[in-house]
């Protein structure tokens, strides 16, 4: 009788390729020196199903690490992942087990986004506490699901887990895909398309088929009903889709392993949190941030100008800087580098970081109103004045241009002034500055508005206008209507910012029926958004009257 031996995973050096790449991140992202660590393939961790989970281990060489950080994603393991969440932080004396979540990258079991991240997470910290390898405690980290994967360990801390780190992570799904008002079409559809083929075989068919993602992507966005387009592309890869983008309803069970609120309640230990002004979750990373806060947890912040990928790129020196500052100094004794709670970088004018102790910091309202002659001033106009009508057409549906989007390529602040030359785009300009106006915190934007169609969507942004005349967006946000077929003032809070407008620079208020496909489009007809195929316009009315007003939360100069 013969047996088979079975192989332990064994530590390796990096190869060379590695060594350059570690040493290339470090030159371009402006590290300290690392060190040597080794590298441990192919660790199997068990389910409480059966279910075995691979990972790999990355530890620093010739001593003692200074703790363990967990890190589970959907991605993958490659070489391009461990670069910027593994090996930097092994290279600096910390062990880092990078796991693949289920049925990702060889990890058993179906992959279903977000759905067992609770229960593998508890199922991988229980199994660490038995390896020989453990020291003890871990800290999590990690952006967007990697950080969403925090949020779920957190529903039910282990003992064990002493910090979090979580970069441009969402807590809750259902607000991420629905929260505002409107499907966030571009991001989802195109990150399911994304997921699906990310470990097909073969760099060639990658390639391939990476130079038509985007047209592919586009022609799927832009086709109704929005879900079968969307399946059509997917070609039954990515079966989820259905359900997020058919199911808005917060209140449905279907979402309830996807909304980790509670988490916020739960977790008693220090969190760094890591956001972009640009990111798609920022209103989810601030939020986090003022519960926490006020709860009185050890809580960090950094707002960078960066989109939602840029965090990890652009952003990756700072962040990995500030990440290993934060775990040093609350689990291995080092000084806390960090002279402030929270750090933001203003945008605009003198462009910079900024330090405080709270988020927002103190700050003054100022209303700006629309005025005739598509102005806006510090008071109401009593002159009387044509209301200003335009139309919105969801058979050529108001576009989409930068802001917050998953899309790297698309997303952040452009120059809007190819969208604002539509004839379905509205804008209001205040007069040259005199002087440079700060804000900081959430601008609000109160609205009068009509419509002769009770379905409409009210897209609303504010933009940087310069001494050339271009319109670079600062922020937006978005409300859908079902009784705006009624004289209202409509309500729309825009995303967090901090910017300076310049002196020489003017405010800019841009009001649309949509932004599409960055959010799914209204259809206008009533129909469901996911399923409806019946598209019918909306002529919109914004009274001039003195009700519409712009609330910016100004910060006194310094």
Not at 510 to 531: D, F, K, Y
Not at 534 to 542: A, D
């Amino acid at each position: 009788m013969t047996t088979t031996a079975v192989t332990e995973p064994v530590a390796e050096r990096p190869g060379r390729g590695a060594r350059i790449a570690d040493q290339l991140i470090d030159r371009v992202w402006k590290l300290p020196p690392g060190g040597d660590y080794t590298a441990t393939y192919g660790l199997r961790a068990p389910m409480r199903d059966g279910v075995e989970l691979l990972g790999d281990l990355y530890r620093p060489a010739g001593g003692a690490p200074l703790g363990t950080i967990l890190i589970r994603g959907p991605y993958g393991r490659s070489q391009l992942v461990s670069l910027a969440f593994a090996r930097v932080y092994a290279a600096r004396g910390w062990q880092v087990l990078l796991q693949s979540v289920r049925g990702t990258f060889g990890s058993g079991g179906v992959f279903e986004p977000m759905r067992r991240e609770i229960e593998d997470g508890h199922d991988t910290a229980a199994w660490m506490r038995d390896q020989p390898w453990f020291t003890g405690s871990y800290a999590t980290l990690g952006p967007s699901y990697l950080g969403f994967t925090q949020w779920a360990q957190l529903m039910d801390p282990p003992p064990e887990l002493a910090a979090s780190v979580v970069i441009v992570g969402p807590h809750d799904f259902n607000r991420s895909a629905h929260g505002i008002g409107s499907f966030s079409l571009a991001d989802f559809l195109g990150w399911s398309d994304m997921v699906a083929h990310q470990e097909e075989a073969g760099i060639l068919q990658r390639l391939l088929r990476e130079r038509s993602t985007q047209r592919r992507q586009r022609a799927a966005m832009d086709g109704i009903p929005l879900v079968a387009s969307g399946e059509a592309l997917l070609a039954g890869q990515a079966p989820w889709y259905r359900d997020w983008a058919s199911r808005p309803d917060a209140s449905d069970p279907f979402w309830e392993p996807m909304q980790l609120s509670a988490a916020l309640d739960r977790v008693r230990t220090p969190v760094l949190l890591i956001g972009g002004w640009q990111d798609i979750f920022i209103r989810q990373t601030l939020d986090q941030w003022a519960h926490l806060h006020e709860r009185g947890l050890d809580v960090a912040m950094t707002v960078g100008p960066w989109t939602h990928t840029d965090a990890a790129v652009k952003g990756g020196g700072r962040v990995t800087k500030e990440a290993l500052d934060f775990l040093g100094a609350r689990m291995a004794g080092r000084p806390e580098g960090r002279p402030t709670p929270v750090r933001v970088y203003v945008t605009g004018a003198d462009a910079g970081w900024r330090g405080s102790a709270d988020w927002p910091p103190p700050t003054t309202p100022q209303d700006l109103y629309i005025e005739p002659g598509r102005g806006l001033a510090a008071t109401p106009s009593t002159r009387p004045a044509a209301p200003v009508i335009f139309t919105y057409d969801p058979t050529d549906p108001t576009p989409a241009l930068g802001g917050p989007l998953l899309d790297g390529n698309t997303a952040g602040v452009v120059d809007n002034g190819p969208l604002e030359a539509r004839a379905d785009v509205v804008t209001f300009t205040g007069e040259r500055l005199a002087e440079t106006l700060e804000v900081a915190g959430t601008i609000v934007v109160e609205l009068a508005h009509s419509s002769d169609n009770p379905h409409a969507d009210l897209f609303v942004r504010v933009c940087d206008v310069d001494e050339r005349g271009r319109s670079f967006n600062v922020t937006d946000g978005f409300v859908r209507l079902t009784d705006a077929d009624r004289d209202q003032v409509v309500r729309v809070e825009l995303a967090g910012t901090a910017h300076r407008f310049g002196p020489g620079h003017r405010v800019r208020l841009q009001i649309s029926g949509g932004a599409h496909p960055r959010l799914a489009r209204n259809l206008g007809s009533g129909e469901p958004a996911a399923t409806g195929a019946t598209l019918r316009p909306s002529t919109r009315t914004l009274p001039v009257d003195g009700r519409s007003r712009v609330v910016l939360p100004v910060v006194a100069p310094s």
